[in-house]
Structure formats: structure tokens, C-alpha cells
T-cell receptor
Framework: AQSVSQHNHHVILSEAASLELGCNYS??????LFWYVQYPGQHLQLLLK??????LVKGIKGFEAEFIKSKFSFNLRKPSVQWSDTAEYFC????????????FGKGTRLSVIA | DTGVSQDPRHKITKRGQNVTFRCDPI?????LYWYRQTLGQGPEFLTY????????KSRLLSDRFSAERPKGSFSTLEIQRTEQGDSAMYLC????????????FGPGTRLLVL
């Protein structure tokens, strides 16, 4: 069965610090990869996704993620976080055949302090 | 694009009662998913539909749970004889088969079973 691991449960950063959130998945085939974000009191929103092509994908609000196939990883990065980035971040995967249910990690809570 | 909507947003019920939740997907989306999220966890898949056909059910979906999508548009999720362990956020998502297959999530229904 597929699984997704997010290594950090809670990350606390100061504004302007750089961010990297780890995500590893276990699945032998080709996958689609996603990062979703949930701001306080809001619903899950898509941050970025990787289906194929350039393994470095850019998303909204200055976020990017790099797919490293050999490491089964899809880490999320942002060079300089803002207070408004405080949220919970979820990595998710589904097989490349598509439209099958997403398998989510447990999430990483990011707190950005001024 | 009005997004995915769910009703009600909150539900408090007593153990043993039945509850029903509704999800209205994005209008042209033919795939609809139900997930459940408990505190400290990522969303977990329950079931999904393509049009009116229920294509897959998770082992998490006990006999007390039933879902329908009678006309291929909105969907309902019913929980019979609720238990305290059913307390969770119930999320609905929709996607377009054959498109980018990104799943878009609704705001969720938070269920508390007393």
C-alpha cells in the first residue's frame, strides 16, 4: 500500500527564514505528487502539483517543490517565509493512472513568528 | 467557479443517532471523493464516485456508512448509529476525469458525537 511520510510535525520559523518541509512516499510506479495547504479556519487548497516534466515545480505564493525520483521525495521549499504562511501543509500522492484517491501524509504545522 | 460546497458545516449529535452530510461538487466535475480527517492526521480516503457509480470504498467505511450520488451531481454521506469514534471532519473533493485530475476540496463538515 502507498504511504506518505512527512518528517516534521511542527516547524517554527521567524519571518524571512527559509523553509524546507520533507515528504517521502512509498510507491513503486509513477506517481502524481501534490502539496496542499490549510490556513487557519480555511479548507484545503492546492499549493502545487507534479505530474511530469521538470522536476522543479513552482506553486502559488512563492512556494516550490522538487521531485527526486531516486529518493522518492517531494520536498517543499520557500526562500523567505512570511507570517501569513502560518498553516498546516499536507503532502499527497496518487498513482500516475490518475483520478484515484489521494494518500496524504500526516501534515506539518508551520508557525511563523514575527 | 463556485467551488465545492458542503452542508452542514458543523453537526453535533448523540451517540446512536443517524446523520447525513451533503456535498455539491464543482459543476462540471464527474469524480467526487469523500475523506475523513481526525485531529493530527491527514485526510483519509473513504469512497469515491465517477458520475453516479461508486467505484471504490475504503476498509474504513464500515457497514454503518453509506454514500450515494444518485444523479451524478451532489452526493450524500450517511452514518447510521453514530459512535464517538466517528467524530471527525468529513471532507468532500471533486475532480474532472481526463483533465489535470487535481482534486479540489470543500470546507468540510465537522461532526461531534456526544
Amino acid at each position: 500500500a502507498q504511504s506518505v511520510s512527512q518528517h516534521n510535525h511542527h516547524v517554527i520559523l521567524s519571518e524571512a527564514a527559509s523553509l524546507e518541509l520533507g515528504c517521502n512516499y512509498s510507491y513503486g510506479g509513477t506517481v502524481n505528487l501534490f502539496w496542499y495547504v490549510q490556513y487557519p479556519g480555511q479548507h484545503l487548497q492546492l499549493l502545487l502539483k507534479y505530474f511530469s516534466g521538470d522536476p522543479l515545480v513552482k506553486g502559488i505564493k512563492g512556494f516550490e517543490a522538487e521531485f527526486i525520483k531516486s529518493k522518492f521525495s517531494f520536498n517543499l521549499r520557500k526562500p523567505s517565509v512570511q507570517w501569513s504562511d502560518t498553516a498546516e501543509y499536507f503532502c499527497a500522492v496518487n498513482p500516475f493512472t490518475g483520478n484515484t484517491p489521494l494518500v496524504f501524509g500526516k501534515g506539518t504545522r508551520l508557525s511563523v513568528i514575527a | 467557479d463556485t467551488g465545492v460546497s458542503q452542508d452542514p458545516r458543523h453537526k453535533i449529535t448523540k451517540r446512536g443517532q443517524n446523520v447525513t452530510f451533503r456535498c455539491d461538487p464543482i459543476s462540471e466535475h464527474n469524480r467526487l471523493y469523500w475523506y475523513r480527517q481526525t485531529l493530527g492526521q491527514g485526510p483519509e480516503f473513504l469512497t469515491y464516485f465517477q458520475n453516479e457509480a461508486q467505484l471504490e470504498k475504503s476498509r474504513l467505511l464500515s457497514d454503518r456508512f453509506s454514500a450515494e450520488r444518485p444523479k451524478g451531481s451532489f452526493s450524500t454521506l450517511e452514518i447510521q448509529r453514530t459512535e464517538q469514534g466517528d467524530s471527525a471532519m468529513y471532507l468532500c473533493a471533486s475532480s474532472l476525469r481526463g483533465g489535470t485530475e487535481t482534486q479540489y476540496f470543500g470546507p468540510g463538515t465537522r461532526l461531534l458525537v456526544l
